[in-house]
């Protein structure tokens, strides 16, 4: 609970206030950031779940910064108006084809000259890409998150491969599927020039990266995909 509470304030973070210092001041939460955070739970999360993740917050910070002072988000937490909001995730799902069709457009999009050419068109492609391939190859955000490059994801001959471990499934059965035939393409254009850009000095082997030139975080790609299918369906999945 606290680590994936971490991982989305963190998310949130990376995403929300791009100006923010690095993972050091992430655990020296300001109280304008805070409330940020809070209202931005409220915007997109049922009453159950906003209580969650400032609780895990507020823990996280209690283990891995003792000394910092709690006070203001434990009041944080009280004081919090629930607004007898509970989520109906049916009403969230949409079709794979229209999710598919999103990504491919956020991607088409970003590229000028079959190029993206700054950070932003960078995030745009990567996180069209992220929604295109859930869609077609549906996986837990664990997993999805964790991906990386001569590890899950392979090319065998002219294919590539979403190869996970059982050891690393939810059910302990291996994933060994062929990357959507129709995303390849895609797939290299990110490999060859989009993650180089996110990427920076980055020399490692994770396949998502974010902004910050670091492995992009589970709460940073949820928070990509909410944002983008809000804006084009008006609910976000």
Same mark, same amino acid.
């Given at each position: 609970?606290?680590?994936?509470?971490?991982?989305?304030?963190?998310?949130?973070?990376?995403?929300?206030?791009?100006?923010?210092?690095?993972?050091?001041?992430?655990? !020296?939460?300001?109280?304008?950031?805070?409330?940020?955070?809070?209202?931005?739970?409220?915007?997109?999360?049922?009453?159950?779940?906003?209580?969650?993740?400032?609780?895990?917050?507020?823990? /996280?910070?209690?283990?891995? !910064?003792?000394?910092?002072?709690?006070?203001?988000?434990?009041?944080?937490?009280?004081?919090?108006?629930?607004?007898?909001? +509970?989520?109906?995730?049916?009403?969230?799902?949409?079709?794979?084809?229209?999710?598919?069709?999103?990504?491919?457009?956020?991607?088409?999009?970003?590229?000028?000259?079959?190029?993206?050419?700054?950070?932003?068109?960078?995030?745009?492609?990567?996180?069209?890409?992220?929604?295109?391939?859930? /869609?077609?190859?549906?996986?837990?955000?664990?997993?999805?998150?964790?991906?990386?490059?001569?590890?899950?994801?392979?090319?065998?001959?002219?294919?590539?491969?979403?190869?996970?471990?059982?050891?690393?499934?939810?059910?302990?059965?291996?994933?060994?599927?062929?990357?959507?035939?129709?995303?390849? +393409?895609?797939?290299?254009?990110?490999?060859?020039?989009?993650?180089?850009?996110?990427?920076?000095?980055?020399?490692?082997?994770?396949?998502?990266?974010?902004?910050?030139?670091?492995?992009?975080?589970?709460?940073?790609?949820?928070?990509?995909?909410?944002?983008?299918?809000?804006?084009?369906?008006?609910?976000?999945?």
């Amino acid at each position: 609970l606290v680590a994936s509470g971490l991982g989305a304030w963190l998310g949130w973070r990376d995403m929300y206030r791009k100006q923010a210092a690095g993972p050091r001041g992430a655990l !020296n939460p300001e109280r304008a950031d805070a409330v940020a955070y809070a209202h931005y739970l409220q915007r997109h999360f049922a009453d159950a779940t906003v209580a969650m993740r400032l609780m895990a917050l507020e823990r /996280a910070v209690f283990l891995l !910064n003792p000394r910092f002072d709690r006070l203001y988000l434990k009041a944080l937490r009280r004081n919090i108006q629930p607004r007898g909001v +509970c989520k109906n995730k049916r009403a969230r799902i949409q079709d794979s084809d229209a999710l598919i069709s999103l990504g491919i457009e956020l991607m088409e999009g970003s590229m000028i000259d079959g190029k993206a050419q700054t950070s932003r068109d960078a995030v745009q492609f990567r996180t069209g890409l992220q929604i295109a391939v859930l /869609a077609a190859r549906p996986k837990r955000m664990k997993n999805f998150g964790a991906l990386e490059l001569d590890g899950d994801l392979l090319e065998r001959g002219e294919d590539w491969w979403i190869s996970i471990r059982g050891e690393e499934t939810k059910n302990g059965r291996p994933i060994d599927v062929p990357f959507p035939p129709e995303l390849v +393409c895609y797939l290299q254009s990110y490999l060859s020039h989009v993650r180089t850009l996110l990427a920076g000095n980055y020399q490692g082997r994770r396949l998502w990266i974010s902004r910050r030139r670091r492995p992009q975080s589970m709460g940073s790609i949820a928070y990509g995909i909410r944002r983008a299918t809000a804006s084009k369906f008006g609910r976000s999945v």
